[in-house]
């Protein structure tokens, strides 16, 4: 089960399919996280023109996901980055995170930043934004200090 065939599309996130996923989405995150301290965008946020969604597929089983939202012209952030249980740790966040860093180059910004949760939990999603240069920060955007949070951001 690698990543070998799988497919990374543009979604406008108007089938039940992603509908679903994103749900299991939020419902993990409410469950790791105190409310005041959930950050993951639901379908009508991400449905907003600042932001670019992506959809891994392989062949016709939804794998993954993914979005760039602008924050300014030079200046955008990871969102709703999630693999499917079954294929965590097979590759699809590295090709995921690959991809939209590349996007974010090709749409001109020079910064890419994100939050993810400090519990251990997110260890591995930490990790992986580690391995691809990201370091940790202060607060960006709209987001304040929080215990449940760490923000990691990279130059492109």
Do not use: N, Q
């Not at 602008?70 to 965590?88: N, P, Q, Y």
């Not at 974010?104 to 992986?128: I, K, Q, V, Y």
């Amino acid at each position: 089960m690698g990543v070998d065939g799988v497919e990374i599309v543009v979604d406008d996130l108007s089938g039940p399919r992603i509908a679903a996923f994103l749900g299991e989405h939020l419902e993990e995150m409410r469950a790791l996280s105190p409310p005041e301290s959930v950050h993951a965008l639901d379908l009508d946020d991400l449905r907003r023109p600042e932001v670019t969604f992506w959809s891994v597929l392989d062949g016709d089983t939804l794998v993954g996901c993914g979005a760039l939202m602008r924050i300014d012209a030079g200046h955008a952030e990871v969102k709703s980055m999630r693999t499917s249980a079954a294929r965590k740790r097979g590759g699809v966040a590295s090709l995921l995170l690959e991809h939209i860093i590349a996007e974010a180059r090709r749409m001109g910004f020079a910064r890419l930043s994100l939050e993810t949760g400090s519990a251990e939990p997110f260890l591995p999603a930490r990790r992986l934004y580690e391995k691809y240069g990201f370091e940790y920060c202060e607060p960006f955007g709209d987001y304040r200090l929080d215990p449940h949070s760490v923000y990691m951001t990279r130059f492109l």
